[in-house]
């Protein structure tokens, strides 16, 4: 199944994706629906406006405004080699704001005060089930759905001190979306090419495979010291290819498109635009 949140005239609302429609369903946003839904089908839930083809749809982050961001740093091997880390014991991980999100198609604001502006594309996670100190197959089963995920960083702020928070918060600056695709679709995401792209040339490509931790050992740690609830987000981290990592380096420019790729799962297709003051 795929979920997708959508923007509409009276606010935005979770759908469900039938063929190349989109159906609006009675619910604020995908988190909304997941909260509510608890064991009911999804699948059985009645339409709550006329469906809309997919390519006239305006998505919104997929979900909205999760309680929680989680993200983590370092978690593919060829991304920690490229910054020059050892390989880490535990998850590194970050957050990120709920104001931070925009949709699949929206644009990404490089704020005037960063110019070093890099790309991470990533596998997110979307919680369905409330869970707390999870083991690995708990984990599993509140896997909601997987999407796609750009974590874009700036880097002139994240490396003014060793916590990274300041790079990562920016306003209007990941996309989250356009679809969650449920776990039996994808084998919980396993082994999926996950790609990125500036203006067409390939920056980044790799398979979730080589995810030093995976989605579910991810869960499942993150469940040790948090609540993690329906519709809560989790950015699993980045391959090799950052801007930042190259020599010379090289950043995001306004007017560049930024394309995200996960197989199977979606693209998200943002063109980078300069804040207007």
């Not at 006239?56 to 999760?66: H, R, W």
């Not at 919680?127 to 100190?133: A, E, F, H, Q, V």
């Not at 874009?152 to 996309?175: A, H, I, N």
């Amino acid at each position: 199944m795929r979920l997708a949140t959508i923007r509409t005239p009276t606010g935005t609302r979770a759908a469900r994706v039938e063929n190349n429609v989109v159906v609006p369903l009675g619910y604020q946003d995908v988190g909304a629906l997941l909260a509510a839904a608890g064991s009911q089908d999804i699948d059985r839930i009645p339409p709550a406006g006329e469906p809309v083809p997919v390519e006239d749809v305006d998505f919104a982050p997929v979900v909205t405004s999760p309680s929680k961001i989680n993200c983590v740093g370092l978690n593919y091997r060829t991304h920690i080699l490229e910054m020059g880390r050892d390989l880490p014991e535990h998850p590194t991980l970050f957050a990120k704001f709920a104001d931070t999100l925009i949709g699949a198609r929206d644009e990404i604001v490089l704020p005037a005060t960063s110019a070093e502006v890099d790309w991470e594309a990533e596998l997110g996670v979307v919680i369905g089930t409330p869970l707390r100190r999870a083991t690995r197959e708990q984990a599993l089963d509140a896997i909601a759905g997987y999407t796609v995920v750009n974590d874009v960083s700036m880097r002139d702020w994240q490396w003014r001190t060793t916590q990274w928070l300041q790079g990562k918060v920016f306003e209007r600056s990941t996309p989250v979306g356009p679809f969650l695709v449920t776990p039996d679709e994808i084998d919980h995401a396993r082994d999926l090419e996950l790609r990125c792209e500036v203006d067409g040339v390939v920056v980044q490509r790799t398979r979730t495979s080589d995810l030093l931790f995976d989605p579910a050992a991810t869960v499942a740690y993150i469940s040790q010291f948090t609540t993690l609830r329906p519709g809560d987000l989790i950015a699993t981290g980045t391959p090799g290819g950052v801007g930042a990592a190259r020599n010379p380096k090289v950043f995001l420019t306004p007017g560049q498109t930024l394309l995200t790729v996960v197989e199977g799962i979606g693209e998200c297709l943002n063109v980078c635009r300069e804040e207007k003051e």
